[in-house]
């Protein structure tokens, strides 16, 4: 089985709550003949989903399928704290909101199989940012609001590339690093 219903209920729950965290800082366009809403805006909720669940479901399931690919155990799991933290944060009107998604938790394997594993998550960031960025500047046809996804799409990719590379635990990069230092030395 590639993912359990345990991981399925995981990966709803964090794309609901990241949707939840950031439908303030990702709004979708709005046209003149469309009143302003008050409340909870669904419509800008889905939209805030559909632009920043991918980034990070895709980067999580790029560790998980890669550690399978190894013949390791790979489970991922959202991380209940973490998306807490970033729900208080969202809640007090925080200047800046800080939390963790969700993670991967693999069984065995090499020093050389988790460097590895560790950077496909960023990889495949890198991925959507260039594809995104491609589909923009060769696209004549798209919606204001197909362009407005695909421009906020390019960004949370290259922010989750660069910030997942830093080269310290607990970031991806660190875990590269540490890896290939255990590997060869």
């Not at 805006?41 to 805030?48: A, M």
Request: include cysteine; hydrophobic fraction near 55%.
């Amino acid at each position: 089985m590639i993912l359990s219903a345990n991981e399925i209920v995981d990966l709803v729950i964090m794309t609901l709550a990241i949707a939840f965290i950031l439908k303030d800082f990702i709004r979708m366009p709005r046209y003149i003949h469309q009143p302003l809403t008050t409340g909870f805006d669904i419509e800008n909720f889905k939209f805030t989903a559909l632009c920043t669940a991918p980034a990070i479901i895709l980067h999580e399931m790029a560790h998980k399928f890669v550690a399978i690919g190894f013949g390791l155990s790979a489970t991922f799991h959202a991380s209940y704290p973490g998306l807490l933290l970033g729900i208080v944060l969202r809640l007090i009107h925080s200047p800046f909101i800080v939390f963790v998604p969700g993670f991967v938790s693999i069984t065995g394997g090499t020093p050389l199989q988790y460097s590895i594993i560790a950077v496909a998550g960023p990889l495949m960031n890198l991925a959507l940012w260039l594809g995104s960025s491609i589909i923009l500047k060769r696209a004549a046809s798209l919606t204001s609001k197909q362009r407005l996804a695909l421009v906020i799409t390019k960004q949370i990719n290259m922010f989750l590339f660069i910030f997942n590379m830093i080269p310290f635990r607990p970031f991806d990069g660190g875990h590269v690093v540490s890896g290939l230092m255990q590997a060869f030395f």
